[in-house]
């Protein structure tokens, strides 16, 4: 009976862990099926578009609270293609942390919460395929 209580219990420790961690696999392109263009004093010749192709992943990104609020966290390293980039989380705020897959120079972005208060984030960056694609998957660790 006790092997199986601490059994049980390091299953739930296990759990726990898990539920904690987040990770988010960005897509390589994602694309824009509508959108509005607004741009003040343009000539009555000219017009906004908004390219409705494929925007291709660019960067990662890693947000303390909302990324609307711009407050883009620094990665501890600086990553080059087939690499890892890690942030470290010393005190995130109240609204927690985001993790933000940017395509097209960031004209685009897919976002998640991350589950609990995590301590660090990761990216694995890969270039491959042809044309080369950049492939990224951001996960985060309580």
Do not use: H
């Amino acid at each position: 009976m006790r092997q199986f209580i601490v059994f049980a219990g390091l299953v739930l420790a296990s759990l726990s862990a898990s539920a904690q961690d987040s990770r988010l696999i960005c897509p390589e392109r994602v694309r824009l099926d509508s959108g509005t263009v607004a741009a003040a004093d343009l000539p009555a010749s000219a017009e906004a578009l908004v390219t409705s192709g494929p925007q291709w992943l660019s960067s990662v990104s890693v947000f303390d609270g909302p990324p609307a609020r711009g407050a883009e966290l620094m990665p501890a390293n600086t990553g080059k293609n087939d690499s890892t980039i890690v942030w470290r989380i010393e005190s995130p705020s109240a609204q927690g942390v985001w993790l933000a897959c940017n395509y097209g120079s960031q004209v685009a972005r897919i976002v998640m919460k991350t589950e609990g208060t995590p301590s660090q984030c990761e990216a694995l960056m890969t270039r491959g395929g042809s044309p080369r694609v950049l492939r990224a998957t951001l996960s985060c660790k309580g």
